[in-house]
């Protein structure tokens, strides 16, 4: 098997990621994970890891814990989706993703043993997420890792990923996305995601809603585990909830310092120590809330025997990159990429933009996927200059037609331009802009992707260095 049969055959599994729904009982997801794991000898159990879940900005903080233990001499392994060129991209050792060649050697290993399940009748058919998973449990305990910081793929309490035993479990931002598998409120979606807090375990959550902050905490009583909650220094928006006893007050409070276009200082107060002029190479406010509770949680590793230094922090901090977010891409005019695909994540992505640039006119390029807040997200751009919309390279994208349907209804004075592909929508965005004005693609990290790799085609060296193999198409 070479590395496209296999990936071929991970993505001929039936999928929630690709197709937009699922095809079988969810509630079989952890049984069958841990039937496949124990099949080739329970690899998830040979080194310690992180856990995160989160509506958002749960690849910023893993990349960041990850990055500051890889400065701290430890070998690390990190898991995250979606990717945006390659599938390789969700699974990295020591910031290095995994061969081709290592997948055509491991995948092969998977099947039989699925495939062996699957002819006991016990269980539904595999996903692609489930095969992928056991795939970077397994490479990282044949390749050594000590330490695996592990990104829950959708929701928490069922999630494939939900079989690992951490030593923190971080949650971070709550809010509506797939509503239609985690329900349609906030206590909803953030009792699935809580429930990757362990029996006795320690969580850190950067979550601000109350609401969402009431069912993480319910669901931490009764697993009887440690909740530490970090935010803004200037205010704690769930104060009444921790004044009536209902919530432990902020134990990580961070605080912006300066912002400039290519990193962003703060200090963050903890509750034994203050970490002074930290430098952040991610921009945007709410990168400082992933910051936080990255350094919430590697100080609860560090209690657990994980040791780094301040000086780890801080070179970490500095040079962790994660693609996608907020990410320029090209000067005069300014051109940024950022993966925000919620109504929340695009209102703070314009508030970033904003305060981290100087510009005349904002012109967005958007493409979004079905299962999304549309509504939301379009009442959120609704102080830009002008949108184009375009549809992505996904079955599951949203068409251009449905799109200016929710302009039509909720920012009808916004100028739109159609173009049918990503590649057609940039170069129209950058024939309306001036040079003074900011363009800025966003709705989906799908979009995100194909954006990037127009940008590395039209001569950006910077992007195409990070650029290790193409997998999709537009």
Not at 232 to 240: R, V
Not at 309 to 334: C, F, H, M
Request: charged fraction near 25%; proline fraction near 4%.
């Amino acid at each position: 098997m070479n590395y496209q049969e296999a990936l071929a055959y991970l993505y001929s599994l039936s999928d929630y990621e690709r197709g937009g729904s699922y095809m079988r009982d969810r509630n079989e997801n952890l049984p069958r994970e841990r039937c496949l794991l124990e099949a080739v000898g329970n690899p998830h159990r040979s080194y310690s890891s992180t856990h995160i879940a989160g509506t958002k900005g749960k690849g910023s903080t893993a990349a960041i814990i990850e990055r500051v233990l890889r400065e701290a001499g430890l070998r690390t392994g990190l898991y995250t989706q979606p990717d945006l060129h390659t599938f390789r991209e969700r699974i990295r050792i020591n910031g290095q993703l995994i061969s081709e060649e290592e997948v055509a050697q491991l995948v092969p290993e998977l099947r039989a043993a699925v495939e062996r399940i699957e002819q006991e009748g016990r269980f539904g058919p595999y996903i692609t997420f489930e095969v992928a998973t056991a795939l970077a449990f397994l490479y990282f305990a044949r390749r050594g890792v000590e330490h695996a910081v592990i990104e829950v793929g959708l929701g928490g309490r069922l999630d494939a990923t939900n079989v690992i035993m951490p030593l923190v479990s971080v949650i971070t931002s709550i809010g509506f996305d797939h509503m239609e598998v985690l329900g349609d409120t906030l206590t909803k979606i953030a009792t699935e995601k809580a429930g990757i807090i362990k029996p006795r375990g320690t969580v850190v959550t950067s979550a601000q809603a109350p609401e969402a902050l009431l069912a993480i905490a319910a669901v931490s009583e009764r697993q009887q585990a440690e909740l530490i909650r970090v935010g803004p220094a200037e205010g704690d928006p769930a104060q009444a909830e921790v004044q009536a006893g209902r919530l432990p007050p902020l134990r990580y409070r961070y605080v912006l310092e300066t912002c400039t276009p290519q990193s962003q200082r703060f200090s963050v107060e903890t509750p034994t120590h203050v970490y002074r002029e930290l430098e952040l190479s991610l921009l945007g406010q709410h990168q400082l809330e992933n910051a936080t509770a990255a350094i919430g949680a590697l100080e609860v590793l560090r209690s657990k025997g994980i040791q780094w230094t301040e000086e780890d922090l801080r070179k970490g901090l500095r040079s962790v990159y994660w693609s996608a977010r907020l990410e320029v891409i090209g000067q005069n005019p300014l051109v940024v990429v950022d993966g925000a695909h919620t109504a929340e994540s695009m209102q703070r992505l314009i508030e970033a933009l904003r305060e981290t640039f100087r510009f005349r006119r904002l012109i967005v390029v958007l493409s979004t996927l079905r299962n999304k807040d549309i509504a939301g997200m379009v009442q959120a751009l609704a102080g830009v200059d002008a949108v184009v919309i375009t549809t992505v390279a996904n079955p599951r994208s949203l068409s251009i037609e449905e799109i200016a349907a929710q302009f039509k209804t909720h920012a009808a004075h916004i100028p739109l331009y159609r173009a049918e592909t990503s590649r057609q929508a940039m170069d129209l965005a950058l024939q309306l802009a001036q040079p003074d004005d900011a363009v800025c693609a966003a709705g989906s990290l799908y979009l995100a992707g194909e954006v990037l790799r127009w940008a590395a085609a039209h001569g950006n060296q910077r992007v195409a260095a990070t650029i290790e193999g193409v997998d999709h198409s537009g």
